[in-house]
């Protein structure tokens, strides 16, 4: 079945100017950032319980959505993109395209009581891109093909000359790596995540200008 993402993005290349489609991403790799917390609050409307949402409950949102079949991209942690790609193979018959979150950043890894995601933003990566694209280490040309060929990769800049070049080296590694090996991404810049970075008027054009 052909994927409205590659199907939206042939009529944009074709008539940059004139094309109305538009993309529409579902971020579900929350996990990835606030640990147990991720999923949500869950309040019983009769008891009123609180309590976080389990990640079995949280992906089964990712699957209602994709029954759906309204957004282009389905956006998932390495291990739910997995669970729900390989071992479910739940977009074999589906318009929708999975994604992985490709690489992660010290700036939106935020456990209960951790301070570190206020301190200058660091790139790192948990996932690599053969896990991502098969669930193995070192696969075949074969198993590449079982996962997800498209990510998110993200980076956070923060008018710091040492620290964004870092970063900026590190999104080259990761691109040559996912050219060698036939995998998509699409990059998203973040805001500063340090208060005095740039001043508040000028990270529009600060972001824009990367």
């Known amino acids: 079945m052909q994927k409205s993402l590659d199907r939206k993005l042939n009529s ?60 282009d991209i389905m956006l998932m942690s390495a291990s739910t993109a997995e669970q729900l790609v390989i071992e479910e193979k739940l977009f074999e018959n589906s318009a929708l395209t999975p994604a992985a979150r ?55 800049f923060n008018n710091d000359r040492d620290l964004d070049m870092h970063a900026l080296e590190q999104y080259k590694l990761f691109r040559e790596e996912a050219e060698r090996k036939g995998f998509r991404h699409f990059l998203e810049l973040f805001d500063p995540n340090l208060p005095d970075a740039v001043p508040p008027d000028q990270v529009a054009g600060f972001i824009n200008d990367q």
């Open 12 to 71: 944009i290349h074709a008539d940059p100017s004139g094309s109305s489609e538009f993309i529409i991403a579902d971020a579900k790799d929350a996990d990835m950032a606030f640990g147990l917390s991720a999923p949500g609050l869950y309040i019983d409307q009769i008891t009123g319980e609180r309590r976080n949402k389990t990640l079995a409950e949280y992906r089964g949102q990712i699957r209602e959505v994709i029954s759906q079949g309204i957004v």
């Open 102 to 156: 490709g690489n992660d950043t010290t700036d939106v890894h935020i456990p209960r009581g951790g301070t570190s995601f206020k301190e200058a933003s660091k790139p790192f990566r948990s996932a690599s891109i053969d896990h991502m694209m098969s669930g193995r280490l070192d696969p075949t040309d074969a198993e590449r093909k079982l996962g997800v060929d498209l990510a998110l990769y993200s980076i956070t």
